[in-house]
């Protein structure tokens, strides 16, 4: 069983339009609601993959209800932490080109009561947990040191946890030594404090990152692919893929994809490939099933090309 935790998670809507015109009235192609949230995410996609997963939620007013609504439709077990404010709602617009532009609200402040409401929920839900996934941004109230502190946790339970966030929240968490941390690029390239122009350089910020605790780094490189960089090994992975729809999601995906198959090793990098490329091809953030992966494109070689020059940082497959 994975549980996911999303401290600020959402309520999103995408819409699809044939362009971005900044001051006019648009028609939407398409338009899609989706329970929103880094974590969420990744428990949508665990549970599209047929595994069992639990999401632990702070949920407030009627965009929160929605949220749950629209999980247990998925048949994904919350675990719901009543907050006094409203659950945020964020809004995409994808352009066939394959840009997004997002609006991502802050989120509502959560009490002292509240966050530790959300430690002891997932405290009682980690017993029976393999995998630990915290993922995203903290909402206001929440210190940089929430994550440490869960990080903490987990181990002290015996479970194994994966962080995807970014910034302070990350590198405060780093010396108690999460299991996985996933950034992107841009994330990467933030924690060490400087540009990262090809692969070689994005694999010494991942031993960097090892080096200040994590015990392995998944980091993706956008369309150039994902590096692993663990005590094991270091691997390097990409997949082709046709037309990118949207990318909301998809490092959720690959995340999921990689904890499912194990959360170590190449495999699992190559699940994780594989769900990344299957995300990008789907609208909105729809979570890919197994008739959407084709673990035969990935490539996956130990010899990593440190010279390749990074064509984008931050998308997240």
């Not at 407030?60 to 999980?71: I, W």
């Not at 440490?148 to 962080?163: D, E, F, K, N, Y």
């Not at 924690?191 to 122009?197: E, F, I, S």
């Amino acid at each position: 069983m994975i549980l996911t935790v999303t401290p600020n998670p959402s309520l999103d809507r995408t819409y699809e339009v044939p362009a971005l015109e900044r001051g006019e009235v648009l028609r939407a192609t398409t338009d899609r609601m989706d329970p929103g949230g880094k974590g969420v995410n990744v428990s949508r996609a665990v549970a599209a993959a047929g595994h069992r997963t639990v999401a632990v939620l702070p949920l407030g007013g009627a965009p929160g209800a929605l949220v749950a609504e629209l999980l247990a439709a998925e048949g994904i077990e919350v675990a719901q932490v009543p907050v006094a404010g409203h659950t945020r709602s964020n809004i995409s617009v994808a352009e066939p080109d394959g840009t997004l532009t997002k609006i991502n609200a802050t989120g509502p402040e959560l009490t002292a009561a509240e966050s530790e409401l959300l430690l002891s929920t997932i405290r009682t839900h980690s017993a029976a947990a393999d995998w630990i996934a915290c993922c995203g941004s903290l909402p206001p109230g929440l210190a940089p040191e929430w994550y440490a502190a869960l990080v903490a946790g987990a181990h002290g339970a015996g479970v194994r946890i994966a962080l995807d966030t970014s910034g302070p929240s990350l590198l405060a968490a780093l010396p108690e030594r999460p299991d996985v941390v996933k950034p992107n690029a841009d994330e990467l390239a933030q924690a060490v404090g400087r540009p990262l122009a090809t692969v070689g350089d994005a694999v010494k910020a991942a031993e960097e990152l090892r080096e200040l605790g994590a015990a392995a780094v998944l980091a993706s490189l956008g369309a150039d692919g994902q590096l692993l960089v663990a005590e094991d090994g270091t691997y390097f992975a990409s997949a082709p893929v046709e037309t990118v729809r949207s990318n909301v999601g998809a490092g959720d995906a690959s995340l999921a994809g990689f904890l499912a198959a194990g959360g170590t090793g190449p495999d699992a990098l190559r699940a994780a490939v594989a769900h990344g490329a299957a995300a990008v091809q789907l609208p909105g953030s729809v979570m890919p099933a197994p008739q959407d992966l084709d673990l035969a494109a990935v490539t996956l070689t130990a010899e990593v090309p440190l010279d390749r020059v990074l064509t984008e940082q931050g998308s997240p497959r």
